[in-house]
């Protein structure tokens, strides 16, 4: 009857024949080196049977039993000492499965042979654990002996992309929110200035309407931009920037000519904040065009 064995490594379940009792061997899966345990029979009480075997026994002659003690109440007929000792299924010739003592000496003269079992399923290539070197199944991203995570040990160029998208995505995300709320200020600021128009009896009331009209135009068209932005896209980026570039140049030919021409502060004021709000939006803009590049 093979031994039974529980590999202490990898859990497997093995069978080893009988002749390995008590000798050491390697598990076929992990390669672990265990010691095989020696069975213990229960031995039940026995006689000894005597007979005669002078005439077909040489040894019986000289007073000498060739036959084995059997078990009381057994009706088994003993077994010859030649057969004590052998293993069951053993080749008439002896050794184990056609292997003499010698070859069984040589394979041992290391640790032992390993476990001649067919594996139930395929074997997966193994590799040591960086932290703990115990040897693990080749792609685990945990070690199951020292948990530890190996995502740390990834390329820094792969968490350094996925830093690059989440950067690219919240620039592009309060950039377009910057261009959807200012143009809505606007509007509304416009639609307040229309309802007070053409609520007085103020002349030229009627003609009012018309322009808040025409500059209602240019900030729709930077909310469609900024709704663009905030979709990823990147063009959208590229011609804000273009318009925000022209934007700050009129900006800064506005705050010349209030020093040059006619000096009013409140002229100075609005120029000067504008400029200021157009050099942080050109700063946002060109961070979306950086972390993009970067994600390539």
Request: charged share 15%.
């Amino acid at each position: 009857m093979p031994i039974a064995v529980l590999c202490p490594k990898c859990s497997k379940k093995l069978a080893a024949p009988d002749a390995m009792a008590g000798k050491k061997a390697k598990c076929p899966h992990c390669g672990q080196v265990m010691q095989l345990p020696v069975p213990r029979p229960a031995a039940p009480p026995t006689q000894e049977v005597f007979e005669d075997l002078s005439r077909s026994d040489p040894l019986g002659a000289l007073g000498v039993s060739s036959r084995v003690s059997a078990p009381i109440g057994s009706t088994a007929p003993a077994r010859s000492s030649a057969a004590v000792g052998a293993p069951s299924g053993a080749p008439a010739g002896g050794g184990f499965g056609g292997f003499d003592a010698q070859q069984f000496d040589e394979m041992l003269a290391d640790v032992g042979p390993r476990l001649d079992i067919k594996p139930t399923e395929p074997q997966q290539e193994r590799f040591p654990c960086p932290v703990c070197h115990e040897l693990i199944v080749r792609g685990s991203v945990k070690c199951r002996f020292c948990n530890t995570d190996f995502n740390q040990y990834l390329p820094a160029k792969k968490n350094g992309s996925s830093t690059a998208a989440q950067k690219f995505r919240s620039n592009m995300n309060n950039l377009g929110a910057v261009w959807v709320a200012l143009p809505s200020l606007g509007l509304g600021l416009m639609f307040f200035i229309g309802i007070a128009a053409s609520s007085s009896d103020m002349p030229g009331a009627e003609s009012i309407a018309p322009a808040l009209l025409l500059l209602s135009l240019p900030l729709l068209f930077w909310i469609v931009l900024g709704i663009a932005t905030c979709r990823q896209a990147i063009w959208a980026v590229w011609t804000g920037l273009v318009l925000n570039y022209i934007g700050l140049v009129g900006h800064v030919i506005a705050i010349i000519s209030i020093f040059l021409i006619s000096f009013e502060f409140q002229k100075l004021f609005y120029s000067v904040t504008g400029l200021i709000i157009t050099i942080l939006i050109i700063k946002l803009a060109h961070q979306c065009i950086y972390w993009k590049k970067q994600m390539r």
